[in-house]
């Protein structure tokens, strides 16, 4: 089965630091990846949708210059936090799909927590 | 807000006992998708059921789909503690079938 994988699994950084986060499909070329944020106990919220070799497309309200995106890869697509804040503490889940557009497959998510 | 809405928030039952969770969502669909996630997880895809389907079956879950009440159910028989887990509805928009909005889950326990 399709397999994407996050690196890392947990981080945590101080107030002001930026931090990245990968996404990866292990098995099958991504054409399109999304990134979510999930609050505890909450639902999953769309934050941007990317394509390879193009600018990532940002949900309403979501500030592009302070979550970057990058999707360099058909494999690799990355998110970095820049300037966290605790209020950024969340669990970041991203996943990917091969442009069918009938199934996403998920990574097994960030938690990411800023002092 | 497009999220949709689940119902149960949270459901707790025997292992053995059936477990129905509903889903509503308020756009025009292609297809309605149900994930499990376990708790600090990312999301196991469960099961894709298409706008002109009513019914679905995957081993022990069924699921429905009523689009004129933007509706759809997910039923897990005979529940097992390992389905303990939260699970959400997935729904597409039928002009932008890549986006999925999630509705709000239902976290269920199954006690042994």
């Not at chain 1, 950084?13 to 930026?18: A, D, I, N, V």
């Not at chain 2, 509503?24 to 708790?39: D, V």
Request: proline content about 3%; overall charge positive.
């Amino acid at each position: 089965g399709a397999v994407v994988s996050q690196h890392p699994s947990w981080v945590i950084c101080k107030s002001g630091t930026s931090v990245k986060i990968e996404c990866r499909s292990l098995d099958f070329q991504a054409t399109t990846m999304f990134w979510y944020r999930q609050f505890p106990k909450q639902s999953l919220m769309l934050m941007a949708t990317s394509n390879e070799g193009s600018k990532a497309t940002y949900e309403q309200g979501v500030e592009k210059d302070k979550f970057l995106i990058n999707h360099a890869s058909l494999t690799l697509s990355t998110l970095t936090v820049t300037s966290a804040h605790p209020e950024d503490s969340s669990f970041y889940i991203c996943s990917a799909s091969s442009g069918r557009r009938d199934t996403q497959y998920f990574g097994p998510g960030t938690r990411l927590t800023v002092l | 807000s497009q999220q949709g809405e689940e119902d149960p928030q949270a459901l707790s039952i025997q292992e053995g006992e059936n477990a129905t969770m509903n889903c509503s969502y308020k756009t025009s669909i292609n297809n309605l998708q149900w994930y499990r996630q376990n708790s600090g997880r990312g999301l196991v895809h469960l099961i894709l059921i298409r706008s002109n389907e009513r019914e679905k079956h995957s081993g022990r879950l069924r699921v429905t789909l009523d689009t004129s009440k933007k509706s759809s159910s997910l039923l897990i028989t005979a529940s097992r503690a390992a389905d303990t887990a939260s699970y959400f509805c997935a729904t597409d928009k039928a002009y932008n079938t890549d986006k999925l909005i999630f509705g709000t889950g239902t976290r269920l326990q199954v006690f042994p």
